[in-house]
Every structure is written in C-alpha cells, then in structure tokens.
C-alpha cells in the first residue's frame, strides 16, 4: 500500500538536440559510424563463428577480439569513446537473445539480427557524459552546445546513459536517468465524467465519450498538407540519378519534412495524452493492436498504427504520472458493432469491411449514430464495468440491453437527446468523408 509522501525510484529519459560545431559534427559522426561498423563486423563475425562450429560466439569473446580488431586494422576506432563499439557488442547479443526467446516462444517474435545501413537510424551509446546548463560534455568530443537549456527542459536526476541519434542531419542526445519521485496516489472517479472512453480512428483522430457528450479530436490539418508536400518530394526524388549530389539533397530534403510530420504528429498526440492523464482519472482504451492491423493494405498502416501504439504508450506513463487510471479493453470487445443504446450485436459493421460505414443503423432499436461515437461509449462503459468495485463505482448490472447508464446518468438525458449530436457528427463525417479517403492515400506512400 503507497501512502502519501512515499517515494519512488523512477527511469526516465529527457531528449536534447544538441547544436555541434563543424569538428563535433565530424566527430559524432564518427561516433555513430563506428557503432555501426562495430555492430556490422560483430554479426558477420557471429554468422561466421555459427557456421564453422554451430555456436555463436559469447559477447565476452567478441569484446576481446574488438580489443584486437582496434589494434590491428581498425586503429580508427580509437577515435571514439571505447564504450561506443561495447555497447554495439551489447546491442547486438540483445538481438540475438531476443531473437532466440522470440524461436523458443518466451518472448514477443522478432526478427534475426540485421546489417545496420549508413543513414538508418544512426546512433550510438556513451557513458560518462556530464550535463551543464547549456553544453553536455561528451568523452572524446568534448562539450556540445545545446539548444535548450538544462533548466528549460526541467532536467532532473542521475544520468546512466547517454544515446546520441542522427536524424534529418540533426543530431539528438537521449539521456536516461534515474530519478526519485513522489508516489502519487490512484485519483478516484467522483462524477460521471471522471471516466472517459476514447476510441481511436483511422486519421489518428479520437472520438472522446464522458458518459454525457461525445467530442472529436481531429488531427492537425498541417499533417495533410505536410503529406502532400511528402508526396511531391518522393517524386522528385525519384527523378534524380542515383549517386548523384542532387539526389542526395533531394533525400536529405525528404528526410526534413519526415522529421516534422513526426514532430508534429508527437506534438499532437503529446497534447492529447497529457490532457486526458491530467483531468480524467479514468481513461479506457482498446487494446488496437489487432484492430489497427489490416485495417488497409501498405505502409498507412504503419504510420498510423505507431500515432495508436505511441498515444497508448504515452498515456500509460502519464497516466502513472497523474494517478490515473488506464484500463485497456481486451481487442475482442466489439465495441463497433454492440448497439450502445440496447445493446444487440449489430454484425453487418464488421472490421474493415465496414470501414466506409460511418455510422451504426441499430437493427434492433433502430438508433443511428456515428461509429466512433458509438465505440466510445461501449468502451468507456465495458471500461467501468472492469474497474467496478476496485474503484468503489458502482458496478453496472450485467447485460447492458436492460440499463443504460448514460440515460440514468444526466436526468431526463435520454437516447434522443444523444441523437441530435450524433447526426451532426455523422454529417461531419460524411462531409469530411472525402477528404478522408485522400489523406488516407496519401498516408500509404511515407515510408515506414
Ligand atoms: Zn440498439
């Protein structure tokens, strides 16, 4: 039992973009190369190593012939912090481990070890970094300005490591540190409110159910245009000889507007996250995993699947932060198609087939109301329904076709009133339809 004034050991990661001069730039650069090339040379050693006896060399062993490989052909490799190369070797015995777990099934299926490729996805690991109000001082390439400060990012805690990333040309430290927090106690639901359903669409964008009214967040509008920028700039790369400098501008050109779409749709959904942790003490979600998958064919899928997995992860965290509540609903929840009014399984909404389908035609009490809308409230009442007696709400009576706690809820509230708003939305919908499918197409062309 947490009590108040109770603290906790939290592991936390605090992100800068540094601003490096020409010879830091040259030196980081080194820095993540020489953590590829370590990485690359371990794997081949490995897959040589397996092939000649059936083992797979210990990571104490390719640690000792990285000793040897520095003083031998690679002399450059002193260049660079010596914990970059050993915490490559330390990357890459995870993969394989994982990779073994993920065979034997004790662990999530993942994929053989893999070549790391120059400009994916560079980055390297650092120990012993000191951060000052304005530089972080890195092993072997000194202090780095940053472009903002300690204090403004609110920096707090021990550093235990450092990961240094390029993306877009920028360069980026990701400092996880340990840090002592205050225990903040489980915040109880007083009001219907309190408990919010949310059901997240394919836009990214999410329809919010309070139990009394329903609101739909759209995603910002500068995503699709930002898209169609995107779509522009793969075909003009497409165009430029391979090898060439243009081309090569032309990628690094894609490679920024990559970046902001991704800073942006983090800023969106970072927005979303922290303003449901902090009011709402109660947050159900879907378990989307299964549900974001398919849901069209290509890379869509991807992009906004991450927006649905990131918004879950973000919201986990917050909510810990905020002594909220996450309950995530089992994937197998129809929320869809169960009538959020009566409470009949409508089955002709069915997945995917039904994604044009905007709204839900009750067969059974003939409600019409917009899909999201619906799912909203079926979560956010399954929700409760799985939290009831831990929290002290009162549970809802099995079998939802007898009670429906929205029309108990506000007096005189009924599924009428809930209609007006419902058809509003569900012209918005249709009027936005559109405008859906095309950012939609446009989605399917950013590269994972
Ligand atoms: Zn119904």
């Known amino acids: 039992m947490r009590s108040i004034g109770e603290r906790q050991l939290i592991q936390q990661a605090f992100r800068f973009e540094l601003d490096p001069n020409r010879a830091q730039r040259v030196l980081l650069a080194k820095s993540v190369g020489a953590s590829r090339y370590v990485y690359n040379w371990g794997l081949a050693e490995s897959q040589r190593a397996y092939e000649a006896t059936g083992k797979r060399p210990r990571l104490g062993e390719l640690k000792s012939q990285l000793v040897q490989l520095k003083k031998g052909e690679c002399p450059w490799l002193y260049e660079v912090s010596a914990h970059i190369g050993q915490q490559a070797l330390v990357d890459l015995d995870r993969a394989f481990e994982r990779f073994f777990k993920g065979l034997k099934g004790e662990g999530p299926k993942s994929g053989f070890p893999r070549f790391k490729r120059k400009g994916e996805r560079d980055s390297c690991r650092v120990y012993e970094v000191e951060l000052g109000e304005r530089h972080l001082r890195l092993p072997m390439v000194g202090p780095v300005r940053l472009k903002e400060t300690r204090g403004e990012r609110g920096f707090d805690g021990r550093i235990l490591s450092a990961t240094i990333t390029r993306r877009a040309d920028r360069w980026f430290v990701s400092l996880a540190v340990e840090r002592e927090r205050p225990v903040v106690l489980a915040r ?6 309190d408990v919010v359903g949310v059901d997240l669409g394919l836009k990214a964008a999410a329809v919010i159910h309070d139990g009394e009214t329903s609101r739909t967040v759209e995603p910002a509008q500068a995503l699709r245009r930002n898209l169609a920028k995107l779509r522009r700039l793969d075909r003009q790369l497409a165009r430029k ?4 400098r243009n081309r090569a501008k032309a990628k690094l050109r894609r490679a920024c507007l990559h970046y902001k779409i991704s800073c942006q749709r983090q800023d969106f959904l970072h927005h979303r996250s922290s303003e449901l942790a902090r009011t709402k003490p109660v947050v159900v979600l879907e378990d989307l995993h299964v549900k974001g998958m398919g849901r069209n064919r290509g890379l869509a899928l ?9 918004l ?9 932060w905020y ?9 197998f929840f ?14 002709r909404i069915k997945g995917f ?9 009750c067969n059974a009490c003939g409600l019409v109301i917009d899909r999201d809308e619906n799912a909203a409230i079926n979560l956010r009442r399954h929700g409760l329904s799985q939290l009831a007696g831990e929290l002290g709400i009162v ?3 099995e079998g939802l076709r007898e009670v429906t706690p929205d029309r108990e809820v506000g007096a005189g509230r009924s599924a009428t009133a809930v209609k007006p708003a419902s058809m509003k939305q569900e012209a918005t919908a249709r009027r936005n339809r559109g405008e859906t499918r095309r950012s939609t197409r446009q989605l399917a062309e950013v590269p994972a």
């Open 312 to 320: 879950r992860r973000q919201l986990a965290y917050k909510c810990d």
């Open 353 to 361: 087939e039904g994604l044009n389908e905007r709204r839900l035609d």
């Open 323 to 331: 002594g909220s509540t996450l309950v995530v609903v089992d994937r």
């Open 334 to 347: 129809p929320s869809t198609q169960l009538c959020s009014s009566c409470g009949t399984l409508n089955e």
């Open 395 to 397: 549970p809802l009576p």
């Open 188 to 193: 109880v639901p007083r009001r219907e409110s």
């Open 302 to 310: 991807s992009v906004s699947d991450a927006g649905f997995g990131e």
């Open 241 to 244: 000889q391979r090898g060439s």
